[in-house]
Structure formats: C-alpha cells, structure tokens
C-alpha cells in the first residue's frame, strides 16, 4: 500500500469517526431537548435506534481501520499478528 494512499485513507477514517462521534452527541442533545419538550409523546424508541445505528456505523469505522493498519503492516514487512495492543512487536 502506498504511503500517501495509506495517509490518505486512515485520515479519511479519522474523520468520519469524528464525524460519528458528533453526530452521538448532538443525538443526545436533540433526545433530551425533545424530551423536556415533549414529555411522555416523546418517541424514546426512535432514538434509541439512531443511537445504535450510529454505533453500528463507529463499529464498522474501527473494524476498517483495523484492516488498514493490517495491510499497512504486512506492506511494510511486518506481521500484524506479532503486535501487542500497545502497538509494539513481540519478542521471539
């Protein structure tokens, strides 16, 4: 994979991530604005479903950015199965 390619794209995922995380807390804002306003019509089910499609959506960002960082590693010689969580290489 190149480099600039690489760069590219886990920014790109940076920032749809950012995108999700916001739209997570104007969601909650617009749920307890509407709350207040509302009272008991209030479609507490709806919201719940945005909020776990928005999390589907933060699931599948990571499950993304963890299969580039995999090809980014094997491209660079490196097997992604040797690496600890904090992102060093295990000893042999």
């Known amino acids: 994979m190149a480099g600039a390619a690489g760069r590219e794209a886990r920014r790109a995922l940076m920032r749809l991530r950012r995108s999700v995380e916001k739209s997570a807390r104007e ?3 617009a749920e307890t ?9 209030f479609p507490a089910d709806v919201f719940e479903a945005a909020a776990q499609h928005l999390h589907a959506v933060a699931e599948f960002i990571d499950e993304q950015a963890e299969r580039l960082e995999a090809k980014i590693l094997e491209a660079g010689g490196v097997d992604p199965s040797r690496l600890h969580r904090g992102g060093r290489v295990a000893e042999e």
């Open 33 to 41: 604005a509407l709350r207040e306003a509302e009272g008991g019509d």
């Open 27 to 29: 969601l909650e804002l």
